[in-house]
């Protein structure tokens, strides 16, 4: 896969510093100079355009002068950027890690926490349909050190996972014959949580939820299609009028699942929708519209902006991509064309079904991120109110238009995006009670998702009730997880 799948158990990182030098110098021609002059040209036929790969005989060096002139073009901060000697650096994915600010947030945190590569065989394959190699499961990391703990947070359907039997809140002891708890065999601990190939096979020892009996599972990384919208239901009495959907992914393939989700709930006729992103990453910005106009309906959303992107200094007033005049992202009340199968998304152009609520209750975790996260601002922007439980969210206020060159997709900010008040600035995420009215509660693995006793869906109708948050002891349940994915599924990504 890409440098962008590993997820060490202990979550290092290590980093190059550099001094910012206020940007390139000025001596840099336009990247279409250096474009597909690469040190591996690719042959053939693009699957993804049907048309013969541009790619012609160049250099590492080549790839590395594209990627400084991109990034003195588009790069939101691109004034904060070192100007290293290419030369240095043996490869380009080398040279692109250190392109970036090395600001920080009022919190301390990175400015840019986003900043990474895949190989575009294996992002035109991620983007369009969530495929990857995995055992159809999301881990939860409650503790990364020693003692550490490591839950299932949710399972695929039909995946690997699902067929041992796994659930939520299923405990894992050990993997591969090491400790998870205390061992120090981290690499083989890591490399059975995160399988970098398919086919490879683990073994671990959970003990179930409600269970304190372990057991022995064999897992076998496989291709896996992920299930985007998942657990559509309405509670039951007195909260029947209750809409519950868990939303995972803004994906192609969530266009479908999201608007069959809002038929049904809308047929039930419910009055209030809790809407479950506590894991949602982000991905499409044009779904996470479509999902807010499907949320609000035509009269709020009527002329207004979902989404205003707002480009560095070299790109105020037209798109940087197309030369057209800058316009935000709208309220999309239309099925468009994700270019998957029929049978896969609605007819584009097709009219959006729509629930006309004038309020949402959103579950949030740390693992609630970029596009997901403008759902949230979005809605706010046309006077929905967004009532969030659960913990702070990631603040990914950016996004960015991938780029391929020489078999390599880059991702690197490029936008800020506000709400059609002008809000923007999340950095540091949303937290319940700030921004938005709500609760602050934490993960509950005790309880399945969806289950009206699960700690934040249950502070979630203890609020639309009265109005208040559970007391204090109602709230101390587990902490909020490290929620490990693939950096591509915490963003916001334009199309193109």
């Keep these: 896969m890409s440098r962008a799948t590993s ?103 990175p400015k840019d926490q986003f900043h990474f590569t895949y190989t575009t065989a ?15 499961l999301q881990w939860a990391l409650l503790a990364t050190k020693p003692p550490r703990e490591l839950v299932v947070a949710f399972v695929e359907p ?28 981290v690499d083989t601990l890591n490399n059975g949580i995160s399988p970098a190939n398919l086919n490879e096979t683990h073994t671990f020892v959970v003990v179930d939820r409600g269970s304190t009996t ?93 989404e205003r992107e707002s480009f560095n200094d070299k790109h105020q007033t037209t798109d940087p991509f197309d030369g057209r005049p800058l316009e935000p992202t709208p309220f999309i009340d239309q099925a468009l064309d994700y270019g998957l199968p029929p049978a896969q998304q609605p007819p584009p152009g097709q009219a959006l079904p729509h629930l006309d609520l004038s309020r949402v209750f959103v579950l949030t975790g740390s693992g609630t991120c970029s596009a997901s996260e403008a759902v949230m601002n979005g809605l706010a922007g046309v006077g929905v109110k967004v009532i969030q439980i659960g913990k702070t969210t990631c603040g990914k206020p950016y996004g960015f238009f991938p780029a ?33 009215t709500g609760c602050v509660v934490a993960d509950d693995f005790g309880h399945a998702l969806g289950d009206p006793a699960e700690g934040r869906l249950a502070a979630a109708l203890t609020y639309r009730a009265n109005q208040t948050c559970p007391p204090a002891p109602a709230l101390a349940v587990q902490g909020d997880a490290v929620i490990p994915k693939p950096i591509w599924r915490q963003n916001r990504i334009i199309r193109r």
């Design 214 to 306: 372990p057991r022995t599972v064999m897992l076998t990384s496989a291709s896996i299609t992920s299930v985007p919208v998942q657990n559509v239901h309405t509670l039951p009495a007195p909260n029947d009028k209750v809409g519950y959907l868990l939303f995972n992914d803004h994906i192609a393939t969530a266009e479908k699942g999201l608007a069959d989700a809002v038929t049904q709930l809308r047929a039930a006729q419910i009055t209030d929708l809790v809407l479950d992103i506590r894991y949602n990453g982000g991905g499409y910005l044009a779904i996470a519209s479509q999902l807010a106009y499907m949320i609000a309906g035509p009269t709020p959303t009527a002329g207004k902006v979902f």
């Design 158 to 185: 039909g995946s690997p996972a699902a067929a041992a039997n796994l659930d939520r809140g299923a405990e894992v002891k050990s993997i591969d014959g090491v400790d998870l708890v205390n061992g120090s065999d």
């Design 404 to 436: 391929d060159n020489c078999g390599t997709t880059y991702f690197s900010i490029q936008f800020q995006g506000v709400n059609d008040k002008g809000f923007g600035d999340y950095a540091d995420g949303f937290t319940p009670g700030g921004v938005n």
């Design 7 to 109: 997820f060490p158990l202990h979550l290092f990182s290590l980093g190059v510093a550099l001094a910012a030098c206020g940007g390139p110098s000025n001596d840099i021609l336009p990247e279409s100079n250096y474009a597909a002059r690469c040190a591996s040209p690719r042959s053939g036929i693009d699957p993804a355009t049907n048309t013969a790969y541009p790619d012609v005989a160049g250099s590492v060096i080549d790839e590395e002068h594209w990627i400084r002139s991109w990034t003195n073009d588009l790069y939101l901060w691109y004034r904060e950027v070192p100007d290293p000697d290419v030369k240095g650096f043996a490869t380009a994915l080398d040279y692109f890690d250190v392109m970036k600010t090395s600001a920080t947030t009022a919190s301390g945190k």
């Design 122 to 136: 294996d992002w035109e394959s991620l983007s369009q349909s969530g495929v990857e190699a995995s055992y159809g």
